[in-house]
């Protein structure tokens, strides 16, 4: 079963509270997303650890339900 | 948990300076977002292997293990995971893939 924008901020917000989160459906089939995170648990960390950090808040679901999730991660300028 | 592919796998990001686990082949991608990646890959020249995983279920379910990645593609530089087509787009955009090649002498445009 496809996702939700809703799901998929709801994912996201569990795992980094303070993030600034904007969810796109590339292909409107609830099936390809795109994500902008950008929390301050991203502070040091390479592109790769961030994006896996993303997509462990996704328990597994990332290439099942969730079958593609484009991200752009950040953290805050300081 | 072991990895049946793990072995491969080593094997392959060592021989192969620029490999890609994709879904089809440089030829005919499967999915959008590896053809992207074979798209910015063929635009910089650069030479690559591929790994089609559609035809091998043990090696797609490694490779995710591997990396610790859900998706494919996935492009390995020197061994190094470097990203999905998120990233790797990313980087070509920026300028960064260019310098990570130069810098791994792998030949590019």
Same mark, same amino acid.
């Given at each position: =079963?496809? =996702? ?17 989160? *904007?969810?796109?459906?590339?292909? +409107?089939? +609830? ?12 502070? #040091?960390?390479?592109?790769?650890? *961030?994006? *896996? =950090? ?8 990332? +290439? #099942? ?6 991200? *752009? ?6 | 948990?072991?990895? @049946? ?17 994709? &879904? ?8 959008? %977002? ?10 910089? $020249?650069? @030479? %690559? &292997? ?12 490694? /490779? $995710? ?12 530089? &020197?061994?190094? %995971?470097?990203?999905?087509?998120? /990233?790797?787009?990313?980087? %070509? ?10 810098? $791994? ?5």
């Amino acid at each position: =079963m496809a =996702m939700t924008a809703a799901d998929i901020e709801a994912y996201i917000r569990e795992a980094f509270p303070d993030a600034k989160i *904007q969810i796109e459906d590339l292909v +409107g089939d +609830g099936e390809h997303w795109s994500a902008s995170v950008e929390s301050t648990a991203f502070a #040091g960390r390479s592109r790769v650890q *961030q994006h *896996q =950090m993303v997509y462990a808040a996704f328990k597994g679901h990332v +290439g #099942g339900a969730l079958h593609a999730l484009a991200l *752009q991660t950040s953290a805050p300028k300081t | 948990m072991t990895n @049946p592919a793990e072995t491969r796998i080593t094997a392959d990001i060592t021989e192969n300076a620029v490999m890609l686990y994709m &879904k089809g082949n440089a030829l005919m991608p499967q999915c959008g %977002f590896s053809a992207r990646v074979v798209s910015i890959l063929n635009h910089m $020249k650069v @030479p %690559f &292997k591929t790994a089609n995983v559609l035809e091998d279920p043990v090696l797609r379910e490694g /490779i $995710k293990q591997f990396s610790n990645w859900p998706t494919v593609p996935q492009l390995y530089v &020197k061994g190094e %995971f470097i990203g999905g087509c998120d /990233i790797v787009s990313e980087m %070509f955009q920026s300028g960064e893939l260019a310098t990570l090649l130069t810098e $791994k002498e792998i030949p590019h445009e």
